[in-house]
């Protein structure tokens, strides 16, 4: 009985919390991942039987955002799933033991749960040199090859792991990669967002423990779930859209009144999210509740889409803040000066053409001109 | 007055639904640009009212949805009609693989686009550099309605939408998807220009009534021009 693992309900009644409150989360949990009531029960069942979820959770190239992202959800039980529920045997920012006890957690997480546990990665792995990330004398890839060889499946949490993020926008001096690009055949989760939203990675969590199976994914890798709808679908200022009622300015009458911050470089209608829906927080706001466009922080490359606040984005190669549009318009002015020149070569053309042209018969002088 | 006597005979080039999809083409290609343009930078001409009272940024994205799924089925209609329409309007016509489509091509360079040479171009429909532009069009249509329909997927539950739904993670996220669309409809823009200004310049110089031919289908053709493109061999085709 010593070593029985406790279940994920034994530990949170352990630190105090009731029971009702855990029902609470658990319902809440259900209702994030869109399941039918029956699927409650489910959830509550899972978290008071099944054993932790044995995991790993690496630190690569990143900002440890979405651990902070995750500390600061204020709901208790969203919290601890992740920091302290789940077997969280080797986290670098949050472990106590460094160095050789340190490796040696990671090690026996591995021995002892080989193709039960979970890897969870924050950050991008560096290819181009992959000196650029090291721990322990191994490069990022490696530890990552090695741990992902005998793991249930990969979570990636954030854009860095999920589409490289910053490190990997333009430039990219680091040759910085996601997860699902170096690593193959095992299933990984792109948990997007910098950072991801608390609730969202929790709910992930609950839906590995409760059905022992990843959830359902769209086609770049991210939980249906959550990304499955625009942040603009869901915005609660999408009437003002609709209707045309856009802020130009920040300071403007428009942004008093809460109108649609497209013009102002919002890249909701571009971002799959539920920003507008879990919101930040504990659910008081996100971005654009607040008066800023969304920046597009849970999609591939939104650092090379910028400027954040024009709507539409520079092109690479052509200089700093070159839209479409500008460069359309070169091209236009050059078209017509094209035709202009070959207008007036037609009419040189056709002027000869009417004076060499024969005259029958009559001998009239001033040839028309057709 | 100077007088003309060329033998000329009348050719029916341009089959009616050749000349509906031609229009039809041409209406959607302009609402799309324009309402386009708007949604890609729209006015803000209303300050101070609410959004329950208002719908006329959702209205013009309608129409360009509308104009989007019109402009699709037409170009389809149009492909269809590539295979069973006149010898004008055949597929082949547009994809130079012939030798002497690549002659005429040189052939029109010289003459039609440098003015170096002065020499009669036989084709009766589109010459073949013509054609060439028109395939690099249709490939912009199709890469246009791919884009646009992959954006479009997002809001839909239509079967149609939902078969482009693949390419927004193919280009790696729906911002990559509107950039390239946006920049595609600058294509539209420029070769529209082009289009009508060498429409005029056909007329004008080849006086073979280019211009009302997409509206009765009948050009004048040379009858000698007529003759060799009767007897011309079958490896090629006649355009």
Known sequence: ?370 | MRIRSIPMREVHVWEFPVRLYHWINALCITTLCITGFLIGNPLAFMKGTEAYLNYWFGTVRFIHFVSAFTFFFNFIFRIYWGFVGNEFSRWYNFIPLKRCQWKEIMDVIKVDVLQVTNKQIDSIGHNSLASLIYFITFLIFLLQCLTGFGMYSAMSNAFLPKLFAWIVPFLGGDMHVRQIHHILMWGFILFAFVHVYLVFYHDYIERRGVTSSMIGGWKFIEEDVIERHENKSEDCPKT
């Open chain 1, 1 to 370: 009985m010593e070593n029985k693992q406790p279940s994920f309900y034994e530990e949170v009644r352990g630190d105090g919390i009731s029971r009702k409150d855990f029902l609470k989360f658990c319902a809440t949990m259900a209702a994030f991942l869109g399941l039918e009531s029956s699927g409650i029960g489910q959830i509550v069942k899972a978290l008071e039987t099944k054993p932790r979820l044995p995991v790993i959770w690496f630190h690569f190239q990143e900002c440890t955002c979405c651990s902070e992202s995750f500390i600061r959800a204020s709901h208790p039980i969203v919290a601890n799933i992740v920091l302290d529920k789940i077997s969280l045997d080797y986290q670098e920012t949050l472990m106590a033991a460094s160095g050789f006890q340190a490796e040696e957690a990671y090690k026996s997480v591995m021995a002892k749960h080989p193709g039960e546990y979970i890897v969870m990665v924050e950050g991008s792995i560096p290819i181009e040199n992959e000196a650029y990330c090291c721990i322990g004398g191994r490069s990022a890839l490696q530890i990552l090859e090695e741990a992902v060889k005998n793991a249930k499946a990969v979570v990636a949490w954030g854009n860095c792991a999920s589409a490289g993020c910053v490190q990997a926008a333009s430039p990219n001096p680091t040759g910085a990669q996601p997860v699902h690009k170096v690593i193959s055949g095992k299933p990984v989760i792109n948990v997007q967002g910098c950072p991801p939203i608390a609730d969202v990675m929790a709910g992930v969590v609950v839906h590995l423990l409760t059905f022992d199976r990843i959830p359902q994914l769209d086609e770049l890798g991210r939980p249906k779930a959550f990304y499955s709808r625009r942040v603009h679908d869901t915005c609660y200022r999408r009437a003002n859209f609709d209707a045309g009622l856009f802020v130009e300015s920040f300071d403007d009458e428009g942004a008093k009144r809460g109108y649609c911050l497209y013009k102002m470089g919002c890249k909701g209608p571009v971002t799959y999210n539920s920003c507008g829906i879990i919101k930040w927080n504990d659910g008081i706001s996100y971005p654009i509740q607040s008066g800023h466009p969304c920046i597009g922080c849970s999609e591939a490359g939104f650092w090379d889409n910028g400027p954040f606040y024009q709507h539409l984005p520079s092109i690479a190669g052509f200089g700093i803040e070159t839209t479409a549009d500008k460069i359309g318009l070169g091209l236009g002015v050059a078209t017509a000066v094209g035709i202009a020149g070959h207008a007036i070569v037609t009419n040189i053309r056709k002027h000869r053409e009417i004076t060499n042209a024969p005259e029958p018969s009559s001998e009239s002088e001033t040839p028309k001109v057709l």
